[in-house]
């Protein structure tokens, strides 16, 4: 079995401070782990994702993420936060070797930019 | 071509009716997915196409049927379709099933 926990239904940043979102997962063997955006009306975007290699993954418009083990976790992250980063993010998890095409999300965290 | 097109944008449709949905990508990838979405709330899968043939059915109700014509092109027919299943679906492909989807923009459905 997968799961994908979002803790945090809604993160609030100041615009230029750092963004952190919250992301924890569990399978039965290794993960292939992902982040999605969604603005309003319209289809996920794929931010990045991990598979193997290097801990920490950079991908579109400034966004990293560090895959952690341990703590089973993948918190998105961005240095400094604009105020278009707002929109819904979704974590996503697969695992590796079996349920091949099925992906488990997370509830999605809404994250809102203030100037 | 570098993204996946679904048509319509916007559909609403009665309870008698019969549409279908329309999904296109030329990347060649041979994984194609259905999804279906509430709002604020994360993608269900209904369906995943691999090679063009139907890997996975979740369950979903036999009013929703799937077809896979060639590797480019998804569709999904609807009949007889109940209000609780207006939704954002959408449709995502990648290059094989492990891999990385993308995702459409959707189709708004409203049954009434």
């Known amino acids: 079995a997968q799961s994908v926990a979002q803790p945090e239904d809604q993160v609030n940043v100041a615009e230029g401070n750092p963004l952190t979102v919250k992301c924890t997962y569990s399978?039965?063997?290794?993960?292939?782990l992902f982040w999605y955006v969604q603005y309003p009306n319209r289809g996920l975007q794929f931010l990045l994702k991990?598979?193997?290699?290097?801990?920490l993954v950079k991908g579109s418009y400034g966004f990293e993420a560090e895959f952690n083990k341990s703590q089973t976790s993948f918190h998105l992250k961005k240095p400094s936060a604009l105020v278009s980063d707002s929109a819904l993010y979704f974590c996503?998890?697969?695992?590796?070797?079996?349920?091949?095409?099925?992906?488990?999300f997370g509830d999605g965290t809404t994250l809102t930019v203030k100037p | 071509d570098t993204e996946v097109t679904q048509t319509p944008k916007h559909l609403v449709m009665g309870m008698t009716n019969k549409k279908s949905l329309k999904c296109e990508q030329h990347?060649?990838?041979?994984?194609m997915y259905w999804y279906k979405q509430k709002a604020k709330k994360p993608p269900e899968l209904m369906f995943v196409?691999?090679?063009?043939?139907?890997?996975i059915n979740e369950s979903v109700p036999s009013r929703f049927s799937p077809e896979c014509p060639n590797s480019s092109l998804l569709n999904l027919h609807l009949h007889a379709l109940q209000p609780e299943d207006s939704a954002l679906y959408l449709c995502?492909?990648?290059?094989?099933?492990?891999?990385?989807?993308?995702f459409g923009p959707g189709t708004r459905l409203l049954v009434l």
């Open positions: 995502a492909s990648s290059v094989g099933p492990q891999e990385t989807q993308y």
């Open positions: 399978v039965s063997g290794n993960p292939y």
């Open positions: 991990y598979i193997t290699g290097d801990n």
């Open positions: 996503a998890v697969r695992d590796m070797y079996t349920n091949a095409g099925k992906s488990t």
């Open positions: 990347m060649g990838h041979r994984a």
């Open positions: 196409y691999s090679y063009e043939k139907l890997s």
